[in-house]
């Protein structure tokens, strides 16, 4: 079978997909993939469904060899590639050659990096999904040594990119009023949008700590709330009046105050901001911010319309006088017409 053999590969490496759906009641949350767009947008490069399997990489990738010709692309936070020693573009598709390696190195922006293959990765199901969901012990971490099995391809193309968007750099959050939003004070409520955060280092899959100076944004009513449902995108705030974003495997319920939920659309911002990144929240109303996620999601589903073919720089091919470059050339000088 088709397969990536790693040869070895950084922390945090895994199996991802676009998640469980339907296991909240029974303490799953939906896991999958952090970055949703960055899914669609492979799955946009590669010219295939949207639920295959993709490796998702935090801060560096690793190497990987392949055993037949397949089909990749790279999204998300861009990363130093290259395929046997030779730079290859981010936010493209390409062809990996049988017994080519292919290396991911550190991140440049952003904070995730996507690997996906034509045909997806082939790993067991489990719960109808392939995501690794490490605080639930379902899957594991890709590992040096690993065979990661590839799915049949249905499709050939390669060569194509999309252009880059915004949400490597930090910038303004989306967010609509939450449970316990009237809980907070007016003025620590109108302080907490007009507050710059930053994104602390301490973060995982779970949520992402939003640094700021100053004073916190405590409720006196956070020690009255009873444990409740919460969701990826919700904003916790600590019993020290610092604010939580939560992320794919959050907890399914907490008791700790919400001062808003940031939209999904949105939440790729929050996930690929690197430490340090600026952010700041800005409340918008319920029918607007479903106004703004139907408009993303037909964003995302027409990312295959703007995939446009991927023009390589010279300076880049090695195999430079392999090109036929002077094909369709016209004489400045002679006309065809002029032949008798």
Request: proline fraction near 5%; charge should be negative.
């Amino acid at each position: 079978m088709r397969a990536l053999r790693v040869l070895n590969v950084g922390p945090g490496v895994a199996i991802q997909d676009l998640g469980r759906a339907g296991y909240l009641a029974k303490g799953l949350t939906r896991g999958g993939a952090a970055d949703v767009r960055a899914v669609h947008e492979g799955a946009a490069l590669l010219r295939q469904a949207v639920d295959f399997a993709v490796l998702e990489m935090v801060g560096t990738g690793g190497s990987f060899e392949a055993t037949d010709d397949i089909r990749i692309a790279l999204t998300g936070a861009t990363m130093t590639a290259a395929v046997d020693g030779s730079a290859v573009a981010w936010n493209a598709s390409h062809i990996l050659p049988k017994g080519s390696i292919l290396t991911l190195g550190p991140t440049r922006d952003g904070t995730y990096g996507y690997l996906h293959v034509g045909g997806g990765f082939d790993t067991p199901s489990v719960l109808s999904a392939r995501a690794t969901h490490q605080s639930t012990g379902l899957g594991a971490l890709v590992a040096t040594g690993d065979s990661l099995d590839v799915g049949a391809d249905r499709s050939g193309d390669v060569g194509l990119t999309l252009p880059r968007d915004s949400r490597f750099g930090g910038g303004v959050v989306r967010i609509v009023p939450s449970m316990q939003t009237d809980d907070f004070d007016a003025e620590i409520r109108m302080r907490f949008v007009d507050t710059t955060f930053r994104r602390d280092p301490r973060a995982n899959r779970q949520g992402v700590r939003m640094d700021s100076d100053g004073d916190g944004f405590a409720t006196p009513k956070a020690l009255s709330i009873v444990s409740e449902v919460i969701v990826p995108g919700d904003i916790q705030i600590t019993g020290d009046g610092t604010p939580f974003v939560l992320l794919a495997e959050s907890q399914t319920t907490g008791g700790y105050p919400r001062i808003g939920t940031v939209l999904p659309c949105d939440l790729p911002r929050v996930v690929q901001a690197p430490a340090g990144a600026e952010l700041r929240f800005e409340f918008v109303s319920l029918e607007d911010a479903a106004a703004i996620e139907a408009r993303a999601q037909s964003e995302w589903c027409k990312l295959r319309s703007l995939a446009a073919p991927l023009v390589r720089d010279p300076a880049e091919m090695q195999d430079l006088l392999s090109y036929q470059l002077i094909g369709g050339v016209v004489s400045a000088v002679h006309s065809p017409l002029d032949e008798g």
